[in-house]
């Protein structure tokens, strides 16, 4: 019983922090993509990090609101398939049994799919205003001068244009999960179902943290030295250099 609380609600907030937290992280780079191709008179007086600490506190406070309510309505199936196996399914037997059928449709249709769905969609729209802003850098001449970019804005443009294929496939890994969900009743008989929702429900945590890698420049710098170490060459002796015989 213990057991499948836990996995049911580390399950909802692990899924909603990633999306939440990829919103974040989405928004952070499209202001700073806009500050870039359409640059800003006045700096801002906020700190930064300052902002980051206060989103990710409020992230995680909301996620754990969100998802307690988990831990009193989760448990264990008491119904038994007649496949052996099945009893011992983690996706199978462990379910959320909601007493009465107003919170089952608040809590569970429209709280628990709106916290999910919600930053979907504003991905999807945040995504596609990152392409137009790449795409609007692109075509501008800037008076037909080429002014370069920085390790800054190099960073900006590799994050932007990594963000757009990590929001596809977090719609994608989400669709098919959530889908699979909802007919899971009538598919626990195959053994294979709860691998194939344990691979859509972790596939996405196991690789953002190489693409956060690959976004962050300083993170780069400091991990090429160690991954592609180059063997030392002995440098060359100098050779005899014979002095003049008019030298004093």
Same mark, same amino acid.
């Not at 202001?31 to 640059?39: F, I």
């Not at 669709?175 to 179902?193: E, N, P, T």
């Not at 710098?221 to 592609?228: V, Y």
């Given at each position: 019983m213990a057991g499948c609380k836990i996995f049911k609600f580390t399950f909802a907030l692990t899924n909603m922090l990633a999306i939440w937290f990829t919103l974040y992280v989405a928004? #952070?780079? $499209?202001?700073? =993509?806009? +500050?870039?191709?359409?640059?800003?008179?006045? %700096?801002? +007086? &906020?700190? +930064? !990090? %300052?902002?980051?600490?206060?989103?990710? =506190?409020?992230l995680w406070a909301i996620g754990l609101g969100v998802s307690c309510p988990l831990?009193?309505?989760?448990?264990?199936a008491e119904r038994i398939s007649n496949v052996s196996y099945s009893s011992n399914q983690v996706y199978t037997s462990c379910q959320v049994n909601y007493t009465n059928p107003i919170v089952h449709l608040i809590y569970a249709l429209v709280i628990l799919t709106a916290v999910d769905l919600g930053p979907l969609v504003v991905l999807l729209l945040v995504s596609i205003r990152i392409a137009m802003l790449l795409k609007e850098h692109h075509v501008a001449t800037y008076g037909d001068i080429w002014i370069g970019e920085d390790k800054a804005e190099s960073e900006i443009f590799m994050a932007s244009k990594l963000i757009l294929p990590l929001v596809f496939l977090l719609i994608g890994l989400? &669709? /098919?999960? #959530?889908?699979? =969900?909802?007919?899971?009743?009538?598919?626990?008989?195959?053994?294979? *179902?709860?691998? $194939?929702?344990?691979?859509? /429900?972790?596939?996405?945590?196991? =690789?953002?943290?190489? $693409?956060? *890698?690959? *976004?962050? /420049?300083?993170?780069?710098?400091?991990? +090429?030295? /160690?991954? #592609?170490?180059?063997?030392? !060459? !002995?440098?060359? !002796?100098?050779?005899?250099?014979?002095s003049s015989p008019y030298a004093e």
């Open positions: 928004l #952070f780079y $499209i202001v700073r =993509l806009d +500050r870039v191709v359409h640059p800003a008179t006045s %700096t801002p +007086r &906020v700190s +930064r !990090q %300052t902002i980051h600490l206060v989103v990710m =506190l409020v831990l009193v309505y989760a448990d264990k989400w &669709v /098919s999960h #959530f889908a699979l =969900l909802q007919f899971l009743d009538k598919l626990d008989s195959y053994y294979f *179902i709860p691998v $194939i929702l344990a691979v859509l /429900s972790s596939a996405y945590s196991a =690789l953002s943290p190489y $693409i956060c *890698i690959a *976004i962050s /420049s300083k993170v780069r710098q400091c991990l +090429r030295p /160690s991954c #592609f170490s180059k063997p030392a !060459q !002995q440098s060359p !002796q100098p050779a005899t250099i014979l």
